[in-house]
């Protein structure tokens, strides 16, 4: 069992910047990959990035490549996503999963653990 609580969604302009962070509970996280999903106001949830369990294997949605990165310290039982230069499009509630022993996968019914969201919103 894996209990994910997202953290660091706030208001910026566009062109800043936001840092993510996923923190789990379990002695055992080192061992699920992590997902982060992102749904704005009508739409539906869509794939942003995923990391594997290992740390060695990353994918990135092609709205977001190349702007956020994702990453993780196991020590800190902690996934991150760094976003740069964001867009007013950006804004959505931005959720973390997680899979055990998980690769890089896009789709949500792959993840079985979920945080309960934190909003980002970017003013133009």
């Known amino acids: 069992q894996v209990q994910l609580v997202e953290s660091g969604g706030g208001l910026v302009q566009a062109g800043g910047s936001l840092r993510l962070s996923c923190a789990a509970s379990?002695?055992?996280?080192?061992?699920?990959?992590v997902g982060w999903f992102r749904q704005a106001p009508g739409k539906e949830r869509e794939f942003v990035a995923a990391?594997?369990?290992?740390?060695?294997?990353?994918y990135y949605a092609g709205s977001v490549k190349g702007r956020f990165t994702i990453s993780r310290d196991n020590a800190k039982n902690t996934v991150y996503l760094q976003m740069n230069s964001l867009i007013p499009e950006d804004t959505a509630v931005y959720y973390c999963?997680?899979?055990?022993?998980?690769?890089?996968?896009?789709?949500?019914?792959?993840?079985?653990?979920w945080g309960q969201g934190t909003q980002v919103t970017v003013s133009s």
């Open positions: 999963a997680a899979q055990y022993l998980g690769g890089t996968a896009s789709s949500e019914n792959s993840y079985h653990y």
């Open positions: 379990g002695r055992t996280f080192s061992s699920y990959a």
């Open positions: 990391i594997s369990w290992s740390g060695r294997s990353t």
